[in-house]
């Protein structure tokens, strides 16, 4: 066989792949999706909350220590994951308490012990006599 055949046969083998691709993808039911929202669970007002959120977002860093936004956001999460808002939230043995503390910066020492590079000596060369 001659190149034009490969060609040919290739050509011929990739029609006929796209053909039984399309005649697969237009003979699937499509299902359809049922739409969830938030907004039609009885008892949330979803405007109301989002004037909530929108005033911790507003407060900053301060939130974080802010006892309402706490309560704001954990029930913001679990309607989010439509978990049930009025079940007792208890938290594992396991589990660590969450803190709001941050990482203190780095002291000025340690940003140039990181930053200086210890050069590696030279390996020895055997002497050539």
Not at 19 to 25: P, R
Not at 89 to 110: F, K, L, Q, V
Request: net charge neutral.
């Amino acid at each position: 066989m001659d190149g034009k055949m490969f060609v040919r046969l290739g050509a011929v083998v990739f029609v006929g792949v796209a053909i039984t691709a399309t005649v697969i993808e237009l003979t699937r039911k499509e299902e359809e999706l049922e739409v969830r929202s938030p907004a039609l669970r009885p008892g949330v007002d979803v405007e109301a909350l989002q004037r909530q959120l929108r005033g911790c977002r507003d407060l900053g860093e301060a939130a974080i220590r802010d006892p309402a936004c706490l309560k704001l956001w954990a029930a913001n999460r679990d309607r989010f994951l439509g978990q049930n808002p009025e079940a007792p939230r208890t938290a594992s043995p396991e589990a660590p308490t969450p803190t709001a503390t941050i990482a203190p910066a780095p002291t000025p020492d340690a940003i140039v012990k990181e930053a200086v590079r210890v050069m590696q000596p030279e390996p020895a060369r055997p002497g050539t006599h």
